[in-house]
Protein backbone atom coordinates (compact mmCIF):
# COMPACT_ATOMS: atom_id res chain seq x y z
CA UNK A 1 0.00 0.00 0.00
CA UNK A 2 1.02 3.70 -0.77
CA UNK A 3 0.14 6.62 1.54
CA UNK A 4 0.34 10.19 0.62
CA UNK A 5 0.56 12.95 3.21
CA UNK A 6 1.57 16.67 4.00
CA UNK A 7 3.40 15.20 7.58
CA UNK A 8 4.52 11.96 8.94
CA UNK A 9 5.24 11.85 12.71
CA UNK A 10 7.07 9.01 13.66
CA UNK A 11 6.52 8.86 17.36
CA UNK A 12 3.38 9.50 19.50
CA UNK A 13 4.96 11.06 22.81
CA UNK A 14 4.58 14.98 23.48
CA UNK A 15 7.05 16.15 20.95
CA UNK A 16 5.63 14.21 18.21
CA UNK A 17 2.16 14.58 19.90
CA UNK A 18 2.80 18.37 19.99
CA UNK A 19 4.16 19.04 16.38
CA UNK A 20 0.71 16.88 15.05
CA UNK A 21 -1.59 18.94 16.94
CA UNK A 22 -0.08 22.52 15.76
CA UNK A 23 0.42 21.01 12.01
CA UNK A 24 -3.09 19.99 11.79
CA UNK A 25 -3.95 23.86 13.06
CA UNK A 26 -1.91 24.85 9.90
CA UNK A 27 -4.41 22.32 7.89
CA UNK A 28 -2.04 20.02 6.82
CA UNK A 29 -3.02 16.26 6.74
CA UNK A 30 -0.85 14.67 9.18
CA UNK A 31 -0.51 11.36 10.16
CA UNK A 32 1.13 9.90 13.78
CA UNK A 33 2.50 6.52 13.54
CA UNK A 34 3.56 4.47 16.61
CA UNK A 35 5.45 0.79 16.35
CA UNK A 36 3.15 0.16 20.04
CA UNK A 37 -0.31 -0.91 20.18
CA UNK A 38 -0.71 1.79 22.59
CA UNK A 39 -0.83 5.77 21.54
CA UNK A 40 0.71 6.38 25.17
CA UNK A 41 3.26 3.88 25.26
CA UNK A 42 6.18 6.57 24.69
CA UNK A 43 9.04 7.84 27.15
CA UNK A 44 6.51 10.92 27.73
CA UNK A 45 4.14 8.43 29.92
CA UNK A 46 6.81 7.59 32.40
CA UNK A 47 8.16 11.20 33.11
CA UNK A 48 7.40 11.37 36.96
CA UNK A 49 9.21 14.84 38.04
CA UNK A 50 7.61 17.50 36.09
CA UNK A 51 8.38 20.06 33.27
CA UNK A 52 10.21 23.28 34.05
CA UNK A 53 7.89 26.35 33.87
CA UNK A 54 8.29 30.01 35.03
CA UNK A 55 7.76 31.13 38.40
CA UNK A 56 7.82 34.67 40.11
CA UNK A 57 10.99 34.55 41.52
CA UNK A 58 12.64 33.20 38.69
CA UNK A 59 14.54 34.91 35.78
CA UNK A 60 15.49 33.47 32.02
CA UNK A 61 19.43 34.14 33.12
CA UNK A 62 19.06 31.94 36.19
CA UNK A 63 17.51 29.13 33.92
CA UNK A 64 20.34 29.90 31.35
CA UNK A 65 22.99 30.01 33.71
CA UNK A 66 21.61 26.35 35.73
CA UNK A 67 21.70 25.09 31.91
CA UNK A 68 24.88 25.83 31.04
CA UNK A 69 25.95 24.69 34.68
CA UNK A 70 24.42 21.14 34.22
CA UNK A 71 25.50 21.02 30.57
CA UNK A 72 29.47 21.64 31.24
CA UNK A 73 28.94 24.70 29.01
CA UNK A 74 29.10 22.57 26.03
CA UNK A 75 25.25 23.67 25.35
CA UNK A 76 24.37 24.87 21.83
CA UNK A 77 24.04 29.10 23.07
CA UNK A 78 21.16 29.62 20.40
CA UNK A 79 18.94 26.81 21.46
CA UNK A 80 19.55 27.67 25.12
CA UNK A 81 18.34 30.82 24.13
CA UNK A 82 16.08 29.88 22.72
CA UNK A 83 14.66 27.65 24.75
CA UNK A 84 14.88 30.55 27.87
CA UNK A 85 12.89 32.70 26.00
CA UNK A 86 9.99 30.53 24.65
CA UNK A 87 10.00 27.90 26.55
CA UNK A 88 8.05 28.66 30.29
CA UNK A 89 5.19 30.47 29.26
CA UNK A 90 4.72 27.66 26.40
CA UNK A 91 3.85 25.14 29.35
CA UNK A 92 0.76 27.85 30.34
CA UNK A 93 0.11 28.77 26.71
CA UNK A 94 -0.10 25.55 25.50
CA UNK A 95 -0.32 23.04 27.65
CA UNK A 96 -2.75 25.02 30.58
CA UNK A 97 -5.28 27.00 28.64
CA UNK A 98 -4.91 25.14 25.44
CA UNK A 99 -4.74 21.60 26.16
CA UNK A 100 -6.43 22.12 29.81
CA UNK A 101 -3.82 20.59 32.27
CA UNK A 102 -4.03 21.20 35.55
CA UNK A 103 -0.66 21.28 37.47
CA UNK A 104 -0.77 19.92 41.28
CA UNK A 105 -1.60 22.95 43.74
CA UNK A 106 -0.92 24.02 47.34
CA UNK A 107 -3.98 24.05 49.64
CA UNK A 108 -3.73 27.59 49.47
CA UNK A 109 -4.67 27.28 45.88
CA UNK A 110 -0.96 28.01 44.10
CA UNK A 111 0.92 25.92 41.87
CA UNK A 112 3.24 23.71 43.54
CA UNK A 113 6.80 24.48 42.33
CA UNK A 114 9.09 21.23 43.04
CA UNK A 115 12.86 21.24 43.11
CA UNK A 116 15.50 18.93 41.27
CA UNK A 117 19.01 18.41 41.12
CA UNK A 118 21.31 21.44 40.12
CA UNK A 119 17.91 24.09 39.87
CA UNK A 120 19.16 27.50 41.47
CA UNK A 121 15.26 27.54 42.07
CA UNK A 122 11.47 25.73 42.44
CA UNK A 123 10.57 26.27 39.12
CA UNK A 124 9.17 22.85 38.00
CA UNK A 125 5.35 22.10 37.36
CA UNK A 126 4.31 18.68 37.92
CA UNK A 127 0.93 16.38 38.61
CA UNK A 128 1.91 14.54 41.74
CA UNK A 129 4.21 12.13 40.30
CA UNK A 130 1.85 11.06 37.53
CA UNK A 131 3.26 14.37 35.31
CA UNK A 132 4.16 12.49 32.45
CA UNK A 133 0.85 10.01 32.13
CA UNK A 134 -1.31 13.03 32.92
CA UNK A 135 0.60 15.23 29.60
CA UNK A 136 0.82 12.44 27.46
CA UNK A 137 -3.47 11.38 27.80
CA UNK A 138 -4.11 15.36 27.57
CA UNK A 139 -2.22 15.90 24.54
CA UNK A 140 -3.59 11.80 22.92
CA UNK A 141 -7.84 13.66 23.45
CA UNK A 142 -6.26 16.90 22.33
CA UNK A 143 -5.01 15.61 19.02
CA UNK A 144 -7.77 13.40 18.36
CA UNK A 145 -10.24 16.19 18.58
CA UNK A 146 -7.51 18.17 16.86
CA UNK A 147 -8.62 15.60 13.88
CA UNK A 148 -5.18 14.24 14.06
CA UNK A 149 -4.51 10.65 12.36
CA UNK A 150 -3.37 7.93 13.68
CA UNK A 151 -1.67 4.52 12.98
CA UNK A 152 -0.50 2.38 16.41
CA UNK A 153 1.28 -1.39 15.53
CA UNK A 154 3.11 0.37 12.55
CA UNK A 155 6.77 0.08 12.94
CA UNK A 156 9.11 2.77 10.82
CA UNK A 157 11.91 0.68 8.48
CA UNK A 158 13.92 3.33 6.75
CA UNK A 159 13.42 6.63 5.57
CA UNK A 160 12.79 6.78 2.10
CA UNK A 161 15.11 9.15 0.16
CA UNK A 162 15.52 10.16 -3.22
CA UNK A 163 19.24 9.05 -3.40
CA UNK A 164 19.05 5.49 -2.21
CA UNK A 165 15.65 4.29 -3.54
CA UNK A 166 14.18 6.33 -6.82
CA UNK A 167 14.65 4.65 -9.83
CA UNK A 168 15.04 7.63 -11.61
CA UNK A 169 19.18 8.00 -12.04
CA UNK A 170 19.02 11.22 -12.06
CA UNK A 171 17.30 11.56 -8.72
CA UNK A 172 21.24 10.41 -7.52
CA UNK A 173 22.92 13.15 -8.66
CA UNK A 174 20.13 15.48 -6.85
CA UNK A 175 20.64 17.00 -3.34
CA UNK A 176 19.58 14.09 -0.68
CA UNK A 177 15.95 14.81 0.42
CA UNK A 178 13.88 12.63 2.58
CA UNK A 179 10.35 11.81 0.79
CA UNK A 180 8.83 9.65 3.60
CA UNK A 181 9.22 6.45 5.27
CA UNK A 182 8.76 2.69 4.86
CA UNK A 183 6.63 0.99 7.72
CA UNK A 184 5.43 -2.44 8.63
CA UNK A 185 2.44 -3.07 9.63
CA UNK A 186 2.97 -5.02 12.50
CA UNK A 187 -0.56 -7.15 12.64
CA UNK A 188 -0.64 -7.62 8.83
CA UNK A 189 3.18 -8.77 8.52
CA UNK A 190 3.17 -5.99 5.24
CA UNK A 191 5.32 -3.27 4.84
CA UNK A 192 3.45 0.22 3.02
CA UNK A 193 5.12 3.08 1.64
CA UNK A 194 4.19 6.30 3.22
CA UNK A 195 4.94 9.68 0.97
CA UNK A 196 5.00 12.89 2.65
CA UNK A 197 6.62 16.44 2.31
CA UNK A 198 7.96 15.91 6.13
CA UNK A 199 8.71 13.81 8.12
CA UNK A 200 9.03 14.18 11.86
CA UNK A 201 10.86 12.36 14.04
CA UNK A 202 9.81 11.63 17.48
CA UNK A 203 10.71 8.23 18.32
CA UNK A 204 12.53 8.90 21.99
CA UNK A 205 15.92 7.47 23.02
CA UNK A 206 17.81 4.75 23.88
CA UNK A 207 17.43 3.29 27.13
CA UNK A 208 16.70 0.18 26.37
CA UNK A 209 20.20 -0.10 25.10
CA UNK A 210 21.02 -0.97 28.75
CA UNK A 211 21.01 -3.45 31.26
CA UNK A 212 18.86 -1.00 33.43
CA UNK A 213 16.97 1.48 32.50
CA UNK A 214 14.30 3.84 33.66
CA UNK A 215 12.65 3.63 29.91
CA UNK A 216 10.16 1.29 28.85
CA UNK A 217 11.55 -1.41 26.16
CA UNK A 218 10.67 0.40 23.08
CA UNK A 219 13.06 2.74 23.69
CA UNK A 220 15.66 1.25 21.48
CA UNK A 221 17.35 3.92 18.92
CA UNK A 222 15.02 3.32 16.26
CA UNK A 223 14.65 6.91 15.03
CA UNK A 224 18.71 7.50 15.28
CA UNK A 225 19.40 4.86 13.44
CA UNK A 226 17.12 5.63 10.48
CA UNK A 227 18.19 8.89 10.23
CA UNK A 228 21.62 7.99 10.23
CA UNK A 229 21.37 5.31 7.70
CA UNK A 230 19.92 7.92 5.52
CA UNK A 231 22.26 9.94 6.10
CA UNK A 232 21.67 12.88 8.60
CA UNK A 233 24.13 14.20 10.92
CA UNK A 234 24.32 12.39 14.58
CA UNK A 235 25.99 13.89 17.23
CA UNK A 236 26.91 14.28 20.87
CA UNK A 237 26.55 10.43 21.08
CA UNK A 238 28.62 9.98 23.98
CA UNK A 239 26.60 11.86 26.40
CA UNK A 240 23.68 9.44 28.01
CA UNK A 241 22.32 10.14 30.98
CA UNK A 242 21.95 7.82 33.75
CA UNK A 243 19.59 8.30 36.52
CA UNK A 244 20.81 7.64 40.09
CA UNK A 245 17.30 6.14 41.63
CA UNK A 246 15.81 3.29 39.40
CA UNK A 247 13.84 0.74 41.55
CA UNK A 248 15.58 -2.57 42.59
CA UNK A 249 13.26 -5.39 42.54
CA UNK A 250 13.06 -8.85 41.22
CA UNK A 251 10.01 -8.48 39.51
CA UNK A 252 9.36 -4.81 38.85
CA UNK A 253 12.05 -3.39 36.26
CA UNK A 254 12.70 -0.54 34.44
CA UNK A 255 10.96 1.96 37.00
CA UNK A 256 12.03 5.47 37.90
CA UNK A 257 11.93 6.66 41.57
CA UNK A 258 11.83 10.42 40.47
CA UNK A 259 14.48 12.72 41.85
CA UNK A 260 11.60 15.10 43.55
CA UNK A 261 11.89 12.69 46.00
CA UNK A 262 15.07 14.36 46.82
CA UNK A 263 13.98 17.39 45.76
CA UNK A 264 11.57 16.91 49.19
CA UNK A 265 14.22 15.68 51.50
CA UNK A 266 14.75 11.73 50.91
CA UNK A 267 18.30 11.12 51.35
CA UNK A 268 20.50 8.54 49.41
CA UNK A 269 21.91 5.46 52.14
CA UNK A 270 24.06 2.79 51.79
CA UNK A 271 23.73 -0.50 53.92
CA UNK A 272 25.54 0.74 57.22
CA UNK A 273 22.91 3.34 57.39
CA UNK A 274 25.38 6.45 56.02
CA UNK A 275 24.16 8.96 54.04
CA UNK A 276 27.43 8.77 51.58
CA UNK A 277 26.44 12.01 49.02
CA UNK A 278 28.47 14.67 51.30
CA UNK A 279 31.36 12.17 50.73
CA UNK A 280 30.99 13.17 47.10
CA UNK A 281 29.87 16.65 46.91
CA UNK A 282 29.14 19.92 48.75
CA UNK A 283 25.32 19.76 47.22
CA UNK A 284 24.97 16.63 48.68
CA UNK A 285 21.60 14.78 47.44
CA UNK A 286 20.99 17.47 45.19
CA UNK A 287 24.55 17.06 42.84
CA UNK A 288 23.98 17.12 39.45
CA UNK A 289 22.84 13.91 37.96
CA UNK A 290 25.92 12.47 36.72
CA UNK A 291 27.65 13.24 40.20
CA UNK A 292 24.90 11.37 42.18
CA UNK A 293 24.68 8.50 39.77
CA UNK A 294 28.66 7.58 39.77
CA UNK A 295 28.75 7.97 43.52
CA UNK A 296 25.67 5.71 43.46
CA UNK A 297 27.75 3.71 41.29
CA UNK A 298 30.87 3.64 43.53
CA UNK A 299 29.01 2.49 46.20
CA UNK A 300 28.10 -0.15 44.55
CA UNK A 301 31.15 -1.74 43.47
CA UNK A 302 32.72 -0.73 46.64
CA UNK A 303 30.11 -2.89 48.69
CA UNK A 304 29.49 -5.40 46.44
CA UNK A 305 26.00 -5.14 46.70
CA UNK A 306 23.29 -4.72 43.83
CA UNK A 307 21.59 -1.58 44.94
CA UNK A 308 21.46 1.30 47.45
CA UNK A 309 18.69 2.86 49.45
CA UNK A 310 17.04 5.47 49.53
CA UNK A 311 14.92 6.98 52.30
CA UNK A 312 12.03 9.42 52.02
CA UNK A 313 10.42 7.79 55.00
CA UNK A 314 12.41 9.80 57.60
CA UNK A 315 13.42 13.26 55.54
CA UNK A 316 10.10 14.16 53.79
CA UNK A 317 9.81 18.09 54.18
CA UNK A 318 6.87 17.98 52.12
CA UNK A 319 3.26 19.50 53.47
CA UNK A 320 0.71 16.60 51.48
CA UNK A 321 1.19 13.22 52.78
CA UNK A 322 4.05 10.82 50.86
CA UNK A 323 1.08 8.62 49.76
CA UNK A 324 -0.27 11.70 47.70
CA UNK A 325 2.83 13.37 46.83
CA UNK A 326 4.04 10.33 45.04
CA UNK A 327 0.99 8.16 44.58
CA UNK A 328 2.69 6.65 41.36
CA UNK A 329 5.86 5.60 43.42
CA UNK A 330 3.88 4.78 46.77
CA UNK A 331 1.60 1.99 45.12
CA UNK A 332 4.34 0.55 42.65
CA UNK A 333 6.62 -0.13 45.71
CA UNK A 334 3.21 -1.36 47.74
CA UNK A 335 2.83 -3.79 45.26
CA UNK A 336 6.37 -4.68 45.57
CA UNK A 337 6.06 -4.86 49.61
CA UNK A 338 8.18 -1.83 49.88
CA UNK A 339 6.00 0.55 52.06
CA UNK A 340 8.12 3.80 50.99
CA UNK A 341 6.66 5.72 54.26
CA UNK A 342 8.14 3.56 56.40
CA UNK A 343 11.19 2.23 54.66
CA UNK A 344 13.93 3.06 52.54
CA UNK A 345 13.86 2.29 48.62
CA UNK A 346 16.18 -0.04 47.06
CA UNK A 347 17.94 2.03 43.88
CA UNK A 348 20.30 1.08 41.30
CA UNK A 349 21.42 3.49 38.61
CA UNK A 350 20.04 3.56 34.92
CA UNK A 351 20.06 4.52 32.01
CA UNK A 352 17.30 7.41 31.15
CA UNK A 353 18.06 10.09 28.71
CA UNK A 354 20.31 10.21 25.24
CA UNK A 355 21.88 13.85 25.34
CA UNK A 356 22.99 13.03 21.49
CA UNK A 357 21.06 12.86 18.88
CA UNK A 358 20.39 13.78 15.34
CA UNK A 359 21.52 16.94 14.81
CA UNK A 360 18.72 19.79 14.71
CA UNK A 361 18.81 24.15 14.48
CA UNK A 362 16.20 26.03 16.50
CA UNK A 363 13.31 24.62 13.82
CA UNK A 364 13.55 21.39 14.08
CA UNK A 365 15.67 20.80 10.82
CA UNK A 366 18.34 18.09 10.53
CA UNK A 367 21.36 18.26 8.25
CA UNK A 368 18.94 16.28 5.49
CA UNK A 369 16.21 18.10 3.42
CA UNK A 370 12.46 17.06 4.75
CA UNK A 371 13.31 15.53 7.98
CA UNK A 372 13.16 16.72 10.66
CA UNK A 373 13.40 15.90 14.72
CA UNK A 374 11.78 16.30 17.76
CA UNK A 375 12.38 15.46 21.69
CA UNK A 376 14.48 13.30 22.87
CA UNK A 377 15.72 11.55 19.02
CA UNK A 378 16.91 15.19 18.06
CA UNK A 379 20.20 16.99 19.74
CA UNK A 380 19.51 20.69 19.85
CA UNK A 381 22.18 21.26 21.79
CA UNK A 382 20.20 22.27 24.43
CA UNK A 383 21.49 19.92 26.80
CA UNK A 384 25.06 20.03 26.29
CA UNK A 385 26.91 17.16 27.90
CA UNK A 386 24.25 16.62 30.62
CA UNK A 387 20.81 17.65 30.76
CA UNK A 388 19.09 19.43 33.45
CA UNK A 389 16.58 17.46 35.22
CA UNK A 390 12.69 18.33 33.95
CA UNK A 391 14.21 20.34 30.69
CA UNK A 392 13.28 17.40 28.25
CA UNK A 393 9.82 17.74 28.16
CA UNK A 394 9.62 21.53 27.82
CA UNK A 395 12.12 20.78 24.79
CA UNK A 396 9.95 18.38 23.46
CA UNK A 397 7.04 20.31 23.40
CA UNK A 398 9.37 23.45 22.37
CA UNK A 399 10.70 22.45 19.31
CA UNK A 400 7.55 19.98 18.67
CA UNK A 401 5.38 24.22 17.98
CA UNK A 402 8.63 25.13 16.42
CA UNK A 403 8.77 22.65 13.37
CA UNK A 404 5.46 22.41 12.57
CA UNK A 405 5.65 26.15 12.40
CA UNK A 406 8.64 25.66 10.38
CA UNK A 407 7.28 22.91 8.06
CA UNK A 408 3.61 24.87 7.62
CA UNK A 409 5.79 28.00 6.58
CA UNK A 410 7.73 25.77 3.64
CA UNK A 411 4.94 23.33 2.52
CA UNK A 412 6.16 21.17 -0.11
CA UNK A 413 4.65 17.97 -1.78
CA UNK A 414 6.94 15.84 -3.54
CA UNK A 415 5.21 15.20 -7.35
CA UNK A 416 3.40 11.83 -8.06
CA UNK A 417 6.23 11.52 -10.79
CA UNK A 418 9.31 11.03 -7.97
CA UNK A 419 6.81 9.19 -6.07
CA UNK A 420 5.81 6.52 -8.74
CA UNK A 421 9.89 6.00 -9.36
CA UNK A 422 9.98 5.09 -5.75
CA UNK A 423 9.68 1.01 -5.60
CA UNK A 424 7.96 -1.28 -2.39
CA UNK A 425 9.91 -1.63 0.30
CA UNK A 426 11.97 -4.86 -1.30
CA UNK A 427 11.32 -8.21 0.72
CA UNK A 428 14.16 -10.76 1.11
CA UNK A 429 13.75 -13.51 -1.71
CA UNK A 430 14.17 -16.38 0.23
CA UNK A 431 12.52 -14.96 3.75
CA UNK A 432 13.14 -17.00 6.81
CA UNK A 433 10.93 -16.68 10.12
CA UNK A 434 13.41 -16.70 13.12
CA UNK A 435 12.94 -17.59 16.33
CA UNK A 436 12.45 -14.66 18.91
CA UNK A 437 14.46 -16.38 21.57
CA UNK A 438 17.77 -15.38 19.11
CA UNK A 439 16.64 -11.93 18.51
CA UNK A 440 16.12 -11.80 22.29
CA UNK A 441 19.35 -13.18 23.40
CA UNK A 442 21.26 -10.69 20.80
CA UNK A 443 18.91 -8.06 22.64
CA UNK A 444 20.20 -9.20 25.66
CA UNK A 445 23.87 -9.00 24.73
CA UNK A 446 23.82 -6.06 23.50
CA UNK A 447 22.04 -4.54 26.23
CA UNK A 448 24.97 -5.74 28.70
CA UNK A 449 27.87 -4.75 26.53
CA UNK A 450 26.29 -0.98 27.02
CA UNK A 451 25.74 -1.17 30.74
CA UNK A 452 29.48 -3.33 31.08
CA UNK A 453 31.42 -1.29 29.12
CA UNK A 454 29.81 1.83 27.89
CA UNK A 455 28.16 2.97 31.15
CA UNK A 456 28.49 4.94 34.08
CA UNK A 457 32.46 4.59 34.75
CA UNK A 458 33.68 4.16 31.05
CA UNK A 459 37.24 3.12 29.82
CA UNK A 460 39.10 3.24 27.03
CA UNK A 461 39.76 -0.44 26.98
CA UNK A 462 36.06 -1.31 27.79
CA UNK A 463 34.79 0.79 25.22
CA UNK A 464 37.66 -1.01 22.14
CA UNK A 465 36.32 -3.93 23.71
CA UNK A 466 32.16 -2.97 23.36
CA UNK A 467 33.24 -1.70 19.69
CA UNK A 468 34.64 -5.12 18.62
CA UNK A 469 31.89 -7.10 20.18
CA UNK A 470 28.79 -4.63 18.60
CA UNK A 471 30.89 -5.47 15.38
CA UNK A 472 30.36 -9.26 15.53
CA UNK A 473 26.90 -8.60 16.84
CA UNK A 474 26.14 -6.15 13.91
CA UNK A 475 27.52 -8.59 11.16
CA UNK A 476 25.40 -11.71 12.59
CA UNK A 477 22.22 -8.87 12.81
CA UNK A 478 22.71 -7.98 9.23
CA UNK A 479 22.52 -11.13 7.77
CA UNK A 480 19.96 -11.97 9.93
CA UNK A 481 18.05 -9.31 9.00
CA UNK A 482 18.53 -9.42 5.01
CA UNK A 483 17.49 -13.20 4.95
CA UNK A 484 14.40 -13.20 7.83
CA UNK A 485 10.63 -12.41 7.78
CA UNK A 486 10.24 -8.84 8.82
CA UNK A 487 9.29 -8.19 12.09
CA UNK A 488 9.27 -5.53 14.60
CA UNK A 489 11.67 -7.50 16.67
CA UNK A 490 14.23 -7.06 13.85
CA UNK A 491 13.84 -4.13 12.85
CA UNK A 492 14.39 -2.97 16.56
CA UNK A 493 17.85 -5.12 16.90
CA UNK A 494 18.98 -3.28 13.65
CA UNK A 495 17.93 -0.13 15.32
CA UNK A 496 19.73 -0.79 18.68
CA UNK A 497 22.71 -2.31 17.31
CA UNK A 498 23.91 0.21 14.85
CA UNK A 499 22.83 3.14 17.79
CA UNK A 500 24.98 1.20 20.25
CA UNK A 501 28.08 1.28 17.60
CA UNK A 502 27.36 5.16 17.26
CA UNK A 503 26.78 5.69 21.41
CA UNK A 504 30.30 4.11 21.48
CA UNK A 505 32.11 5.62 18.72
CA UNK A 506 31.09 8.98 19.83
CA UNK A 507 32.51 7.55 23.64
CA UNK A 508 35.99 6.79 21.93
CA UNK A 509 36.02 9.82 19.61
CA UNK A 510 36.03 12.09 23.15
CA UNK A 511 39.02 11.33 25.58
CA UNK A 512 37.66 14.07 27.97
CA UNK A 513 35.63 13.30 31.22
CA UNK A 514 32.84 15.94 30.51
CA UNK A 515 28.97 15.89 32.06
CA UNK A 516 28.04 12.39 31.91
CA UNK A 517 30.53 10.81 29.83
CA UNK A 518 33.29 9.59 32.07
CA UNK A 519 36.45 7.72 31.34
CA UNK A 520 38.31 6.32 34.27
CA UNK A 521 41.51 6.38 33.20
C1 LIG B 1 12.84 12.47 37.63
O1 LIG B 1 11.67 12.63 37.95
O2 LIG B 1 13.73 12.21 38.42
C2 LIG B 1 13.20 12.57 36.19
C3 LIG B 1 13.03 13.92 35.69
C4 LIG B 1 13.85 14.11 34.46
O3 LIG B 1 14.53 13.19 34.04
O4 LIG B 1 13.87 15.21 33.92
Same mark, same amino acid.
Given at each position: MRHYYDAVVVGSGLAGLTCAIYLKKAGLQVVVMT????????NTYYAQGGIIASTDNDSAELLRSDLLRAGSGYNNLAAVDFFIKHGPALVFE??????GIQFSRSEEGKLDYTEEA?????RIVHYEDHTGDKIEDSLINHAKKAGVEFLTDYTAIDLITNNH $? /??? *?QEVYREREVLGVYALNNLKGETEAFFSGHVVM?????????? $? /??? *?????GDGISMAYRAGADIINAEFVQFHPTALFHKDIKKFLISESLRGEGGRLQNHEGLAFMQLYS??????PRDVVSRAVYDQICRSGREYMLLDIAGYYTGSVPIEKRFSKIYTTCLKGGIDITKEPIPITPAAH?????IKTDIRGR????NLYAVGE?????????NRLASASLLEGLLWGKSSAVDISENRGEISKKRCDNIPDWEKPPHAEAFDPLLIDQDMQAIRLTMWNYAGIIRTTKGLRRAESDLDYYAHRIMKFYKSAVISKQIIELRNAVVSSQLIVAGALKNSTSVGCHYISK
Open positions: KEPKLYETFLVDEVAHSRR $H /SRD *PATGGTGNLYY $H /STN *PVSATEMGDLAYFCGGTSLKVSCTGLHGA
